[in-house]
């Protein structure tokens, strides 16, 4: 018997036909050429990019590659390429690392997990190849279904364009006698139903005035002469809707191999003045649908709901300035709903849009429903530098099946207009009023009251306003963890819109004037943070907080440890401490043997508690020694510091210091950009924070699962 070649699809020449664009982290030059060589000599066309600093890493990021290769660099960690290649453009691509000095097999699923693809060894240049090629595969297939996707996109586009904008009456005929027909062809000539025309001659029906000339051409053209196929008819058809003469085209069938499609072009010099709005008017719904059926294919889920979110009400401030004032409000608002949702938008008219939401299961969609709730506070949207209010209305509907056509998607949209939100089912951290079941609070100081006709009273009023209203907006936002292994945890801020602007309370030096306000606002913060978290353990169980506070509820509210040790009960989350509450590091130094005291307590209760601001001042290190705490959130003066490789090594010296006097989790937050993020990574700061790995919030979003 013969042999037969078995051969690995892999080892084929599919992948040597294209250019292999390779990013190699490395300060090896050695190894660079021998990785560029190893390719080359098997006939690879290879375009690769050597560089060991981050600078440079970020400025390549911006183009095309198709794989990375991490092996050594001065100033960059794999982890932090990791995270930088997650933010970037190509969030897929595929980065192989090259196996480390200290390397153990042990360690191989804990570096997969991190994100990634694959530890090759150098020194087996068989295998290396082979991992690579791997890779390659990988790589080209993402990067060919993302230009097929936007190529399908760009054709059923186009072709949803070329029908609305033809607007053609289309039959088949065999043998002279109609089998089929479209129901614009139908309308044309007055008919209700396909049964009404199959079966009836052609000429029955256009009833040309020359007879004999449309019998002629008819007949040469069923013997293949397709270029007397357009030409125009006059017609007695007294049935015809439109004026003559008719312009009419032959083809051969698609379909039928014996038949003919006759086109007749239904446009005329009339309708085609009230064509414009029509297509105005129907031409993105038809879109949007197709698009929303093809995002639900290209990422099935068990389950799937349309959400829709449409203005409330459309302040009239924005159209007493210039032109551009509306057109970028209404840009604005899909940004604003883009950055609070992370998922696909869709917009139906400008104040508009759909949402695509997915999930595994009922409960978890549901819990990302009742999410969206905060949504529906009174905003503010920044236009031009200058802030207009934002109020939306946001209903849903599930999307049982696929949606079929314009009519099957205006009921979808119909339903989700009128079908508010899920609401949390009741439960005991639901039903947690601030001051329920808990004491009257007792104040060690007497209340500071302002000057009744102080500006700082007029705020505070506002702000007990919207205390009473509900109207207090909570922030929330993810901290990325080094370490991959408390993923979900958010800090939460928290303000209230006063004539046009945002305050924040955390910054807010009136409060610190009105204990009994800070304290009820506390609470408040706590449980309505409390019902979120409740709400988003559903999707993700391990998910905490750190709460940001005032000193108030910490210095006098002695009920507060009773108030947090139930709420942590309530909350029902399967994590020893859920909450951790930050307080300023000067509110505490300035009141140190209360606040030790308290916070023992409060630890005592199930409750981590943690300092922001913290670092900047003399008396930091003192602080640490003498508080009970190990969570840190530093000064935004300390942050600054990664801006210069100087000053990041003086910042890390402070942070071993700090090690040094108490071991603990330290938070850098404001890395509001990619210099900032990724200098971070050469610090001993655990969590790191900003506008770079996700916004502050209304709500709470995984945004590394979006």
Partial sequence: MGSIEVRNPLLSKKLKRTETR??????????????????????????????????????????????????????????????????????????????????????????????????????????????????????RLVLTQQHLMQELESAQTHAQSLVQESNKAVALVQEGIHIQANPEYLALFGLKSEDDIVGLPLLDLLQPKDL????????????????????????????????????????????????????????TSESSHTAPS??????????????????????????NALVMFSLASCPESIFENDWTTPKNYFINLKEFLKEQTHVPLFKISNSIFVGVFQAESKAKLESKLIGLSSLTKPQLLTVNQASYPLNLRIGYVILDAEITDEAHFERFVGTAYKTPLPQNQP?????????????????????????AASPESALIRALQQSLDRGEIHLKYQQLYDKQDTNLYTYEVTSGFIYENSWKDLACLRELAEDPELSIKLDRWILVESCKQLHNFITQYPEARLIVNLNKAVLLHDRTFPEFISKLITIVRSKLKHPLILQFSEEDINQNITDAQKNIAQLRQC???????????????????????????????????????????????????????????????????????????????????????????????IDVQDQ
């Fill in 212 to 267: 004999n000339d449309f019998k002629l051409r008819f007949k040469k053209i069923s013997q293949g002469q397709f270029d007397l196929g357009r030409f125009e008819v006059n017609t007695v058809n007294s049935q015809v809707s439109i004026p003559n003469p008719l312009k009419i085209e032959f083809l051969p069938s698609q379909d039928e191999d014996d038949a003919l499609q006759i086109t007749i072009d239904i446009e």
């Fill in 22 to 139: 390779l990013l190699i982290i490395d300060d090896n030059q050695i190894r660079f050429n021998q990785i560029r060589d190893l390719l080359t000599s098997s006939e690879h066309i290879v375009q690769a990019t050597l560089l060991d600093d981050l600078q440079n890493f970020e400025k390549q990021l911006h183009h095309t590659w198709d794989l990375v290769i991490f092996g050594r660099a001065y100033d960059l960690k794999y982890e932090q390429a990791l995270s930088l290649i997650r933010l970037s453009k190509q969030p897929n691509l595929p980065m192989i690392l090259l196996k480390p000095d200290d390397y153990q097999a042990d360690q191989y699923a804990g570096y997969i997990r991190k994100g990634v693809y694959d530890i090759l060894n150098l020194d087996y240049p068989d295998r290396f190849y082979l991992g690579l090629l791997r890779a390659l595969s990988l790589s």
């Fill in 606 to 700: 199930g409750a981590e508690v943690s300092l922001r601001d913290f670092g900047n001042t003399i008396y930091s290190e003192s602080v640490l020694r003498q508080l009970d705490i190990n969570c840190l959130t530093l000064h935004p003066t300390l942050t600054k510091m990664l801006n210069a490789e100087k000053s990041t090594q003086e910042l890390q010296e402070k942070l071993v210091a700090f090690h040094e006097i108490k071991a603990g989790e330290i938070m850098l937050r404001d890395l509001n950009d990619m210099t900032l993020f990724a200098n971070a990574w050469n610090v001993d700061a655990r969590f790191i924070q900003g506008d770079y790995f996700q916004k502050k919030l209304d709500h709470l």
């Fill in 427 to 451: 439960t005991p951290v639901l039903d947690l009023e601030p001051n329920l079941d808990i004491p009257v609070i007792e104040l060690q100081q007497p209340k500071v009251k302002p000057v």
């Fill in 278 to 303: 029509n297509t105005d008017k129907n031409y993105q719904k038809p879109n949007t649908y197709q698009l929303i059926n093809r995002t639900i294919t290209q990422q099935p889920s068990d389950i």
